[in-house]
């Protein structure tokens, strides 16, 4: 199948060579498949930073980027075509299929990599590699390099130099595009009526799954494969474990539901969190808990702008929730004390936000320099604060066996910030009313 816009991974790959500076060369490789059990494969997710490169969802490929001349700065190791094969797994663009749909300057079989890298590595001042991925690719990677050692006396070198490749493609990431902010929000939408349809059927007397189930339907029926990450749907006192993943216990009418959940839309995620009352209305102890989680998320959400950064927004939540929690006599006070002790992080364990994009914990540094990395205009990051009071918690009845997180989609924007997933409805009034009218 032809690509519908091979312009944007034109455009990375030769924004990655122009980084990576004279007489260097970067390999990529594609996610290995990996087996459920015997024969039987997992479903294939490409690895990220190779489709983000190629917009290639074949495994047993490697993506060469070089700068040490003008005809071959991007090559293509790729499985060729197989008669036998593709009766059995589906056609393969083969060599000639890449080179035409990808506009890659060369492509070779995947199994002449090892015979052909050495040529590839010969002189090479840097090589741009993520060791300690795949343990086999490592090896041919390391039989290279030793190849040209041994070929010292005839005037050759093998790369000096190893980096990360993360140093350049994860910082290339981290800053999204309108196209790649465009996916996202795709995502936001349909995860959004994803949400509404598992309020509508996460009645008593149901199971997690069946909330999942539905969910799950949503998405596939978009043309989805894949969810972001595993669904959780937690009941009562599961919602206080933060990955909970049985989806397995029944519905009780005076409990809270929280679901989190996201899909990837041209693999870019969505990651959304709602809580809600199973039986319709919030008794007065759970509503007191949810606004107090809804107010700590609308702080924390007013500071993100560029300039800011992930510590600020935390602090933001902590402040919010460590006072709210006071107030209602959960914690001891005072605030300040609180703050510094740490207190909170009995009921409030995580932080506060982390970057979304390709994967849903997305790549790029938190910090530089040993300090908290500044927000700039288009990073996408979750704002998802929560309170989580377990069952063995020594606090008041009417607490224990709580769980609430609210969670949104965010991108810093010139002026400050737009919530992808804004219209995903959280408040107390829209969600009883929402619950009102299920049939």
Known sequence: MVMENKKPFISRRKRFLADMGPRSVALIAAAPITFRNADVENDYRQNSDFFYLTGFDEPDSVLLLSTMGPEEKAVLFVRPRDRDRELWEGPRKGCDGAKLDLEVDATHPIEELSEKLPDYLMNVESLYYRFGIDRGFDDLVFQAINRLRKRIREGLSAPRRIVDSSSILHEHRLVKTKHEIA?????????????????????????????EAEISRVFRSHGCRHHAFGCIVASGANATFLHYRNNDRLLLGNELL?????VEYGYYASDVTRTFPVGGSFSRAQRALYELVLEAQQAAIESVRPGATLDDI????????????IGLRILKGPLEKAIDEKSYKEFY???????LGMDVHDVGDYFIDEKPRLLKEGIVLTVEPGIYIPESAKVARKW????????DDIVVTREGHRNLTSDIPKSVSEIERILAERR
């Open 183 to 211: 996916s996202i929000e795709a995502a936001a939408a349909i995860t959004r009526e994803a949400f509404l349809r598992a309020m509508e059927v996460a009645r008593p007397g149901r199971f997690e799954y069946k909330v």
């Open 258 to 262: 929280l679901i989190d959940a996201g």
């Open 314 to 325: 935390h602090d933001k939540a902590v402040t919010v929730l460590t006072s709210g929690l």
């Open 349 to 355: 364990m995580h932080r506060t936000s982390h970057w």
């Open 400 to 407: 224990r066996g709580i769980g609430i997180r609210v969670e």
